[in-house]
């Protein structure tokens, strides 16, 4: 199986390699995206089949003579790498048939093409690596190849603003990966995940270890405060690159700290769920806050990213608390919702990433303001964007509401943990995943509403078309998805058993047996949860009624005048817009939050001139995060400049000196 999948990932970094030939060869972007779209559904494929067989299996290893002299490179399928080989390629797949269409409206696709296919490989090859210099090197590839990616379009200079910030911050992640990676394999420098697991460290260096495994996974994947790259490197992304960064490789970051927190670390200590689950509440309201003051449609997409990210790491930190107390099977409860968030977030993210590129194919918009009315030119993008909508704003029967249903579970059973600082804090963070599902859904009407409904803001709204069918074809299949996940739930948590029994040692009960394929992740007496009956209730509330208008409804046609609720004008700009939804949130938490300031300079009477309304809102994260790394970066590399200048004996000497310098080190450490 591992020779499988690693001959589909040499087919994809072969595919990348041949980018600079795409250009001469006819049809070159079909070529290369279905190339990678048949490379990903072999390793879809793969994984499936070792999630299914791994309970009760040995994990398939394999090792070559590469990489560290003493060390090799290790490879090896469990249930856990399984389980996101599951995620990574489903996402994979579908970014590839989309972009068989999307990639002809591209203006250079040979930067895309060259690239896109080596982000599908480092993922995955992160995902197979069984020892710290193997993953790290596959998560600098996945990194670089994404980064590439980024700034494909480097005419713009955001974009290289963007690139050039998230550089920065997945170099900064990646250092810190590589300390955590060299406590954890000791003065020994046992790399190998296996001798890890074999040396547990102790409580302060797990502590430690921990705290950087935070700092770059969590980083990557755009948990609070590390996530200002995030929602400037996503929107620059062509829109299915997008939907790989949103949906996709934020999962590959979380696998990253799953592995460590779960599996590296060994037995938890009380207090590492708490501020898991710390952060992840901070995460999940602080990304749909900034979400709901976006009039930037992919932006507003990927600061839900950051919002679903904390959402899963609420489920980490969960799993971790209890774990930590001797309660198994709820800390496997706790686990497999957030896993299966994992699932889910991919489905729906990239499937509204698909959407918005099909916007802004068929209209060159990004700008909320500027749209509207596309329900009437582009009815099937809009029914499937509207079912992404529904699905992240954990709407039933859609998957979305089962994931933050699951955690919900897990958190009313947090009476059982002895320790009362977790039972104050799991109850606070559960008040604060609700505010962040009921301001998601606010979030997703503005975005639907302003987008699709109405009349159109602009002539190019106006003049939209409907996408074609490569993109059709992998929205619709992401939306299929949503809906049978939300509907057959106990087949996913089923598959997920595997994953938590090898991680906290318990898994949760057979689901896909039970009555009505109904979902009782703890007791039935307690809670459960039948989609299928749900969907049956809501199509016949829906039809029924329609049908009883139709069926006895006057005949009579009459005609008037359209509501238009007290203003005298039909212009679109009177229409309610993106900052009118965002303007109450934005009173609410804008001075604490954003910092948010008004500027209104309203024109004195007799003078002709237009009034003008502006709001500024800052990002905090950036100013005290970001921005003084930034500097701090460009200031020690300006120092440092003058290395590159030196003579071969001060080379020399500089290396001798560093030499001295780490055996000193390592003395002291023994």
């Known amino acids: 199986m591992l020779i499988v999948a690693a001959l589909a990932i040499l087919c994809l970094i072969l595919l990348g390699l041949c980018g600079p030939l795409h250009g001469r060869l006819g049809h070159a972007t079909s070529i290369a995206y279905a190339g990678a779209a048949g490379a990903t559904a072999v390793l879809l494929l793969m994984g499936l089949a070792a999630l299914i067989g791994a309970a009760g299996a040995a ?78 090197l596959s998560w600098e590839f996945m990194s670089l190849s994404s980064w590439l990616l980024v700034v494909a379009n480097h005419r713009q200079p955001d974009n290289l603003h963007a690139g050039y910030v998230y550089l920065v911050m997945a170099s900064m992640g990646t250092f810190a990966l590589l300390l955590g990676f060299g406590l954890l394999a000791g003065p020994e420098g046992g790399y190998a995940f296996e001798t890890i697991r074999a040396a547990a460290p102790g409580s302060g260096r797990a502590a430690i270890v921990l705290a950087l495994a935070l700092l770059g996974a969590g980083s990557k994947a755009g948990i609070v405060p590390l996530h200002a790259w995030l929602p400037l490197a996503h929107p620059a992304a062509p829109s299915h690159v997008s939907a790989l960064m949103s949906g996709v490789m934020t999962k590959v970051a979380v696998y990253g700290f799953v592995r460590i927190a779960f599996d590296l670390l060994g037995p938890p200590d009380w207090w590492w769920g708490l501020v898991v689950l710390v952060l992840g509440g901070i995460t999940a309201v602080m990304g749909v806050l900034y979400a709901l003051m976006q009039h930037d449609l992919k932006r507003l997409l990927a600061y839900h990213t950051v919002e679903n990210i904390g959402i899963i790491y609420i489920g980490l930190g969960l799993a971790l ?55 009437h030119r582009m009815p099937a993008t809009a029914l499937y964007f509207l079912v992404g909508c529904a699905a992240i704003s954990a709407l039933p029967p859609l998957n979305g509401f089962v994931s933050e249903w699951m955690t919900f579970q897990a958190i009313l059973l947090s009476p059982q943990l002895p320790d009362w600082t977790l039972r104050f ?14 301001l998601a859904a606010t979030c997703f009407v503005k975005a639907f509403g302003i987008v699709f409904l109405g009349r159109p803001r602009s002539l190019e709204a106006a003049a939209a078309r409907e996408a074609d069918r490569w993109q059709l074809g992998s929205m619709g299949a992401l939306a299929a998805l949503c809906v049978v996940v939300g509907v057959v739930p106990g087949l996913f948590v089923d598959l997920l058993g595997p994953v938590t029994q090898l991680l906290v040692g318990d898994r949760l009960g057979p689901q896909l047996g039970l009555p009505w394929l109904t979902l009782v992740p703890v007791a039935e007496a307690r809670s459960s949860y039948n989609g299928l009956l749900l969907l049956l209730f809501i199509a016949f509330s829906t039809v029924a009624p329609a049908l009883l208008i139709h069926r006895y409804a006057t005949r009579a046609t009459r005609r008037g005048a359209l509501w238009d609720c007290g203003t005298p004008t039909s212009d679109p700009a009177a229409q309610y817009s993106a900052g009118s939804f965002a303007q109450p949130i934005r009173r609410v938490f804008g001075a604490m939050v954003f910092h948010a300031r008004e500027h209104v300079d309203m024109p004195q009477p007799g003078e002709t001139r237009a009034a003008r309304f502006h709001v500024d809102l800052r990002d905090l994260a950036w100013d005290f995060f970001y921005d003084p790394v930034a500097r701090g970066v460009s200031a020690v590399a300006g120092r440092m400049n003058h290395l590159q200048f030196l003579t071969i004996r001060r080379y020399l000497t500089l290396v001798f000196g560093a030499l001295v310098l780490l055996l000193m080190v390592l003395a002291v450490w023994h």
């Open 59 to 136: 994990p398939v290893t394999a090792s070559l003579s590469v990489g560290l002299p003493w060390l090799g490179a290790h490879f090896r399928i469990d249930a856990l790498s399984a389980y996101f080989m599951v995620v990574v390629n489903l996402g994979g797949l579908a970014a590839s048939i989309y972009g068989i269409g999307y990639g002809e409206h591209e203006r250079q696709p040979g930067r895309v093409l060259a690239f896109f296919p080596a982000f599908l490989a480092g993922m995955n090859m992160v995902l197979l690596a069984d020892d710290a210099f193997a993953f790290l």
């Open 321 to 375: 608390a209890f774990q930590a107390q001797g309660h198994a099977g709820v800390a496997a409860l706790g686990l497999a919702a957030g896993l299966l968030h994992v699932l889910n977030h991919s489905l729906f993210k990239s499937l509204l990433f698909f959407g918005s590129g099909a916007v802004l194919v068929a209209t060159g918009e990004r700008d909320m303001e500027r749209l509207g009315g596309l329900i």
């Open 425 to 438: 804090a799991v109850p606070a963070v559960g008040a604060i995943l609700a505010l962040s599902a009921a």
